[in-house]
């Protein structure tokens, strides 16, 4: 995934400095405990020069996420988005993946320690497709978890790092079963997410998401919501069930990572005819035509770095 680190930088605590030479204490409380936030960002190649994907939509969600958790963070929204931007620059990026990172210091260990030191880091890399780049189009196989995703209100609409270890296991567990990615369930029996994604699937041409009780609200999630209905589809947030998926006419991930990728196989069964859908297209065609700059009325979507 990382290549040519010796050439690249990480911005931490207000300076750049080499990749292969940023590290963290071993008693980072962040590290023992999860106390820390992030966020995943994409910039994406344009005309104009490389532009980041909502980008105030991600910070904002940051510093909301480190309020959540009593984190300050000791840098303003606008000095992170200047930086966010800058990292790209720094390492000569036209497109890439951005990780900004908030985590507790090393000050004091146990569940008791207080005053610790919050630091900052933002990393960026070359990461053109998280899945096999012809997912896009074939599409994806999933498997229903055996890990739920419990009611945590910390996770709806927040990247904490401690509430991500139910992922962690649900991702693993479709891999060593084959597959490609999981469908995680809620502790009602409903759909909540896929392990890092969003889930959307399709019914006679209409498009239904999960409510966000249990899953992330992600920002992608949130910005195929308004493409979908500008292009005049019909958008319905419920709660589904799993005989929802397997009777779909089409289904799909959305996230800053995959994008939107269709889901076309569960639980090693052909979801309709096991291609991509008409829907799920239109909607990808208009995704990568917002995020490369060439529809003007999402351009206060982007933010241009140079």
Known sequence: MFKNTEKKFIWKNGEFENWDDSNVHILSHTLHYGTGVFEGVRAYETENGPAIFRLSEHTSRLFDAA????????????????????????????????????????????????????????????????????????????????????????????????????????????????????????????????????IFIVKDEVVFTPTIDHCLNGITRQSVIQMAKDLSIEVHEKDLRYEDLKNADEAFFTGTAVEITPITKLDQSRINDGKRGP????????????????????????????
């Open 67 to 198: 309020s959540k958790i009593n984190i300050k963070i000791p840098f303003s929204k606008d000095e992170l988005n200047i930086i966010q931007c800058n990292i790209l620059n720094q390492n000569n990026l036209n497109e890439g993946y951005i990780r900004p990172i908030v985590y507790l210091g090393n000050e004091g260990l146990g569940l008791r320690a207080k005053d610790l030191s919050v630091n900052v880091a933002v990393a960026a890399w070359e990461w053109p497709s998280y899945m096999d780049p012809i997912a896009k189009e074939e599409g994806i196989s999933v498997i229903k978890s055996s890990h739920k995703q419990y009611e945590n209100p910390l996770h709806s609409g927040n990247k904490i790092i401690g509430t991500y270890f139910s992922n962690t296991m649900a991702l693993h567990e479709a891999l060593d079963k084959g597959a490609d990615e999981a469908i995680m369930m809620d502790m009602n029996g409903f759909i909540s997410e896929g392990s890092g994604e969003n």
């Open 279 to 306: 829907i799920t297209k239109i909607l990808q065609d208009s995704f990568m035509n917002i995020v490369s700059g060439q529809n003007l009325k999402y351009l206060n979507w982007l933010t241009f770095t140079r």
